[in-house]
């Protein structure tokens, strides 16, 4: 069965760091691209990070130059490294693994969603 475990998220002040993880199961593999999505309250939800198969990475434009994308082949894991935090990024955070970069948001499996709030 595909599935998608994050962990990692919680509370933390501006300028804190915080490291999202995202375990897939054995079926959803190097093939896939996976991306991380998140949900702040009372907006639509935004893609924020994607790293394709072969490890290219694109970022939302008020995240470049604070998160990094990175994946684990050997775990199977997908990890979001955030920094700087700001209290604009305050979401529900959400792992996505899609059979291909095109198909993001659109095909695929999705984990269930990971907190992170960040306030002063």
């Known amino acids: 069965q595909e599935q998608l475990v994050e962990s990692g998220g919680g509370l933390v002040q501006p300028g804190g760091s915080l490291r999202l993880s995202c375990a897939a199961s054995?079926?959803?593999?190097?093939?896939?691209?996976m991306a991380w999505y998140r949900h702040p309250p009372g907006k639509q939800r935004e893609l924020v990070a994607s790293?394709?198969?072969?490890?290219?990475?694109n970022y939302v434009d008020s995240v470049k130059g604070r998160f990094t994308i990175s994946r684990d082949y050997a775990k199977n894991e997908v990890s979001l490294q955030m920094n700087s935090l700001e209290p604009e990024d305050t979401a529900v955070y959400y792992c996505?693994?899609?059979?291909?970069?095109?198909?993001?948001?659109?095909?695929?499996?999705w984990g269930q969603g990971t907190q992170v709030t960040v306030f002063s």
């Open positions: 054995r079926s959803i593999d190097r093939r896939y691209a």
């Open positions: 996505h693994a899609s059979p291909a970069l095109s198909q993001l948001g659109q095909a695929g499996y």
């Open positions: 790293i394709a198969r072969g490890g290219i990475t």
